[in-house]
């Protein structure tokens, strides 16, 4: 890493792009309703973290987002960045020419809208985990370079089939081949960002829709990519470098990779707390006496550990949090605002927990859970429930199959078995379960559903989708008359 400071000039500094617009479909269910930038992380929007990121680069002059799929959601997004003074604008996406879109055409439209000042460009994609150090590296390099610079890494995300990304050959810093969805690994797996010279931005409005950097045999859809370009210049000499991360990189495309960086950044969270078995309590954060509690502690404004809790592990909880009546946590544990633990419920490591969520009464859960989920009355359940789930009485979720395998996963229409969350069950948005409710390994529920009163799911049910037993009721006459009295 270059140790020179970076420029002062504002024609030197570094206009980001950063490309909200995806449809989000292989996230199905919980691309629905939301942006796959506005997947919250640790309780906190992704983009919200990836803002910050870029913040913290003291080179980055001012940053474009650019909308396209639920545009609203990221603009609420963005306003819960900590970002200062830096200049944040949002663009729509698309050619207005009837062009396919794409992320080259995304790119494109946010860096025409970079002022005159930006002379080099650092375009990410929204729906990618970027560590700041890694970012400010590149962009260190980015600055050196009269080519483009990619951010490259080897895989450390759960879902390692080479098919899921893009593939990158890298051979004395520099790039020599690009492949989308290779059938063998390249080496080396591009994260999702490239800072680019003044120079390249009219390339990527050139960008045709029809994709060949891939093997015989592909099918890719039709649209302006990034890595179309990417691999043209690698193909035609033109020139790119690479920059290896060291840090953690996730591009979120699937619940399961979802599901596993937020328990990766649960460890983060908590030993960022306070030191091991120190206490950061904020005013009016109370502990009692009769608790116990093992590993670092913060406790936002307001909140407390009451009577009988037990918290091992480790535990970050935001404001109003209330942990009481023998409540059980093994950490570590994220919580968001105004939850409610208690009643002898058990809450497993590497769980999130949004704001106004309810768990009592014998509720075991882990993993991850939007805001105001509600488990009560002996509900078991690991995996991903979206916004307002309310799991019915005693719903249980199975995470051990009879042969132990993994199970089989179903994306848009190919078949996928994930090494992470392949036996967790994953609920969209606004739905619920009815009393007794059995979720096997593996299943996902889309928006808006519902599972009836004693029904067992085996299989994913479509959003909006109500399912249900019909059951046959016989009666007949009985009394002391059969017993002959």
């Known amino acids: ?50 803002l910050e990121a870029v913040a913290g680069l003291d080179v980055i002059g001012e940053v474009v987002v650019v909308t396209g799929h639920q545009p609203g959601s990221v603009r ?29 055409d995304g790119a494109w439209v946010g860096l025409q809208s970079l002022g005159e000042g930006c002379e080099t460009a650092l375009l990410l994609l929204g729906d990618c985990w970027f560590e700041r150090e890694d970012l400010e590296r590149l962009c260190h390099q980015g600055l050196e370079a009269t080519v483009p610079t990619l951010l490259v ?11 899921t990304g893009i593939g990158v050959r890298v051979e004395g810093g ?12 390249l080496g080396w797996r591009w994260l999702g960002a490239v800072v680019l010279p003044r120079t390249c931005f009219e390339e990527l409005g050139a960008v045709p829709e029809a994709v060949d950097q891939v093997e015989v045999g ?26 290896d991360a060291s840090g953690l990189a996730c591009d979120l495309d699937r619940p399961w990779e979802w599901l596993w960086l937020n328990a990766q950044c649960t460890h983060r969270m908590v030993l960022q707390a306070a030191d091991p078995d120190g206490r950061d309590l904020g005013p009016g954060a109370t502990i009692d006496p009769s608790a116990h509690v093992e590993g670092p ?29 023998g409540a059980v946590l093994e950490g570590p544990i994220v919580v968001g605002d105004r939850t409610r633990i208690e009643r002898y419920c058990q809450v ?73 969350g392949a036996n967790a069950a994953y609920l969209g948005d606004y739905s619920r379960t009815g009393v007794n409710a059995i979720l096997l390994p593996g299943v996902k529920l889309g928006v808006y559903c519902l599972v009836g009163p004693g029904t067992m ?9 109500a399912v249900y037993v019909e059951q046959t009721v016989t009666k007949k006459d009985w009394g002391p008359d059969r017993y002959a009295w």
């Open 153 to 163: 890494g080897h895989p450390r995300a759960p879902q390692l089939d080479p098919r």
């Open 218 to 243: 592909a099918m890719p859809p039709t649209g302006a990519e990034l890595a179309q370009w990417m691999g043209k210049r690698a193909e035609n000499g033109s020139g790119l470098l690479a920059c």
């Open 1 to 50: 890493m270059n140790s020179q400071p970076l420029p002062t000039d504002p024609r030197g500094r570094i206009g980001v792009v950063i490309l909200a617009g995806g449809l989000g479909r292989r996230m199905w269910p919980f691309g629905e309703v939301r942006n796959k930038s506005a997947l919250p992380v640790c309780t906190r929007p992704l983009l919200a973290w990836v």
């Open 297 to 325: 502690i913060r406790l936002g404004r307001g909140s407390r550990i009451g009577l009988g809790a037990i918290v091992r592990g480790g535990l970050w909880a935001g404001d109003e949090v209330e942990i009481t009546d």
């Open 457 to 465: 799911i085996s299989g994913d049910i479509p959003n909006r989708c």
């Open 76 to 104: 609420d997004a963005a306003q819960e960045a900590r970002t200062g003074a830096l200049p944040i604008r949002f663009v729509a996406g698309g050619r207005s020419a009837g062009g396919l879109g794409g992320t080259a």
């Open 348 to 420: 497993g490591p590497e769980t999130v927990l949004g704001c106004d969520c309810r768990i009592g009464h014998g509720a075991e859960v882990q993993g991850l859970f939007l805001n105001r989920f509600y488990a009560y009355h002996y509900c078991e359940f690991w995996g991903i429930c979206g916004t307002a789930v309310d799991l019915g009485a005693a719903t249980v979720c199975g995470n051990l199959r009879f042969d132990d395998r993994f199970s089989e996963h179903v994306v848009l229409k190919r078949r996928e078995t994930p090494e992470y």
């Open 174 to 185: 520099r790039v020599s081949e690009v492949l989308m969805h290779p059938r063998e690994e």
